[in-house]
Nanobody, 113 residues
């Protein structure tokens, strides 16, 4: 059974940075495309960034140049480095395994002064 556990969320001031981590277990992680989604209150869940098993990247326009997705296959972990955070980045961030169609429970990111 595939499990995804996110960490690294929290409260940060505008302009600050956070790094989210997602550790996967129970899957052949190295071949899986992985993604980060987010959902703000009253909004639909939206794709933030994705990375394929061979390292191809995709970003939402709203985070290009500020967020970076990466993976460490040796640690079964995918990361989301978030810089220059804005209040509109406030949301619950979810890790998603695109091969196994599995979600993590999410981690809250709040950007506020």
């Amino acid at each position: 059974q595939v499990q995804l556990v996110e960490s690294g969320g929290g409260l940060v001031q505008p302009g600050g940075s956070l790094r989210l981590s997602c550790v996967a277990s129970g899957s052949i992680f190295v071949i899986n495309a992985m993604a980060w989604y987010r959902q703000a209150p009253g909004e639909q869940r939206e794709l933030v960034a994705s990375i394929t098993g061979d390292g191809r990247l995709n970003y939402a326009d709203s985070v290009k140049g500020r967020f970076t997705i990466s993976r460490d296959n040796g640690k079964n972990t995918v990361y989301l480095q978030m810089n220059s955070l804005k209040p509109e980045d406030t949301a619950v961030y979810y890790c998603f395994d695109m091969w196994y169609d599995t979600w993590g429970l999410g981690t809250q990111v709040t950007v506020s002064s």
